[in-house]
């Protein structure tokens, strides 16, 4: 029973994410042992470890160092790693042969860069407040969205970094007000 009930549980709560749903290997490596999962016909069946590439894996060691509880999804042009480090949702996204496609970072207004907190307040003011940041870093750019609120509004702010010139700016700024 034990053997039925925690794929039928892991499949259950997969289907609710859409980066479970078009994966078809998922691999949980944390401290203790490696737990494969291989997503056939809507099932899951045990999958294997040697199926991430060693070049996405150096790239990802290299870039993050050990992190326990990483979760690996083997699809047919890439690999993607989701974890948590230091109450970070980051999702990696790799080619096959090992190069970086983007980082996604989703994080608290405590781990907000300074750079950003301050171009924030000197573009919108001192009344908004971040609540949540989703970071995407790319080869040559990082795009950030960023909601805020003050009494009355809610504000998401779209924010472009070209690591080139290091510059900021808005590419998108939506109001909303509250009820």
């Known amino acids: 029973m034990k053997k039925i009930?925690?794929?039928?549980?892991?499949?259950?709560?997969?289907?609710?994410?859409?980066?479970?749903?078009?994966s078809e290997l998922a691999i949980k490596e944390n401290e203790t042992h490696l737990n494969e999962w291989l997503k056939?016909?809507?099932?899951?069946?045990?999958?294997?470890?040697?199926?991430?590439?060693?070049?996405?894996?150096?790239?990802?060691?290299?870039?993050?160092?050990?992190?326990?509880?990483?979760y690996w999804f083997i699809e047919?042009?890439?690999?993607?790693?989701?974890?948590?480090?230091?109450?970070?949702?980051v999702i990696g996204r790799y080619k096959k042969n090992g190069n970086l496609i983007?980082?996604?970072?989703?994080?608290?207004?405590?781990?907000?860069?300074?750079?950003?907190t301050d171009f924030?307040?000197?573009?919108l003011g001192t009344s908004f407040s971040v609540n949540l940041v989703t970071e995407?870093?790319?080869?040559?750019?990082?795009?950030?969205?960023?909601s805020l609120q003050d009494k009355k509004r809610l504000c998401i702010v779209q924010l472009y970094k070209n690591k080139e010139n290091e510059k900021l700016r808005i590419i998108d700024k939506k109001f909303l007000t509250k009820c």
């Open 40 to 70: 056939k016909n809507n099932l899951f069946i045990s999958g294997f470890t040697n199926d991430i590439n060693t070049n996405v894996y150096k790239t990802f060691i290299d870039m993050f160092g050990s992190v326990p509880g990483v």
């Open 102 to 116: 983007s980082i996604r970072k989703n994080y608290d207004a405590s781990k907000l860069n300074l750079e950003i």
């Open 5 to 22: 009930f925690f794929p039928l549980c892991l499949f259950a709560a997969m289907q609710g994410h859409s980066q479970f749903i078009r």
């Open 136 to 146: 995407i870093l790319r080869e040559d750019d990082t795009i950030y969205e960023i």
């Open 76 to 89: 047919k042009r890439e690999i993607t790693s989701y974890f948590i480090l230091d109450s970070i949702s």
């Open 120 to 123: 924030l307040k000197q573009e």
